[in-house]
């Protein structure tokens, strides 16, 4: 029996801003996945051959629905990238699964200075302290889930201007 490939992100994020690079890989496991030919969809349509598919300078039109496909085999659920314009935005993982420790990034637009971060989950702040742009979660449980927000200074034009982007996160 075929083992259905999964797709994962390096960075493991499910949004970046445009310019930034990102890796998606199509993993079936091990040793399983040697010799076989692989082949990526963005939106339903073929995009790439091979075991990985690289993005080096992300723009806009790469936001999409990616799967993989090996060939003989499965296709991979979709998983969807955001390359999103604007001063802030909140990474969480692609995939959360009980039992995780994940990294969740209050981002900011390259090349600027970022002030102090305050992170929400469901309005309600759980750490306002300084210019650390990460927030960690250690042993993932159920009630991990909810909407995570973050407000971010960012420096430009001589000023800082408060920012935020919010994500509902989700574990299986």
């Known amino acids: 029996a075929a083992i259905r490939p999964v797709v994962t992100f390096t960075p493991n994020y499910k949004k970046i801003f445009p310019s930034e690079k990102m890796t998606m890989t199509c993993d079936v496991g ?18 790439h051959n091979g075991k990985s598919f690289t993005i080096q300078y992300a723009g806009t039109s790469h936001s999409g629905s990616y799967r993989c496909q090996t060939r003989p ?36 637009y390259p090349g600027y200075y970022g002030g102090q971060t305050i992170f929400y989950k469901d309005n309600k702040v759980i750490r ?34 408060q920012h935020e982007d919010k994500v509902s996160v989700t574990v299986q």
Request: charged share 20%; glycine share 10%; net charge negative.
């Open 30 to 47: 091990s040793t399983i996945g040697e010799g076989m030919d692989y082949i990526w969809y963005k939106d339903n349509s073929p995009v």
């Open 128 to 161: 306002d302290w300084g210019d650390d742009a990460e927030y960690n979660i250690s042993n993932v449980s159920r009630t991990t889930a909810g909407t995570y927000r973050c407000r971010k200074y960012v420096y430009r034009h001589l000023l800082y201007y």
């Open 73 to 108: 085999g499965e296709i991979s659920d979709p998983v969807t990238l955001g390359v999103i314009h604007g001063w802030v935005i909140l990474q969480t993982p692609l995939h959360v699964y009980e039992g995780d420790d994940i990294n969740i990034r209050c981002h900011h």
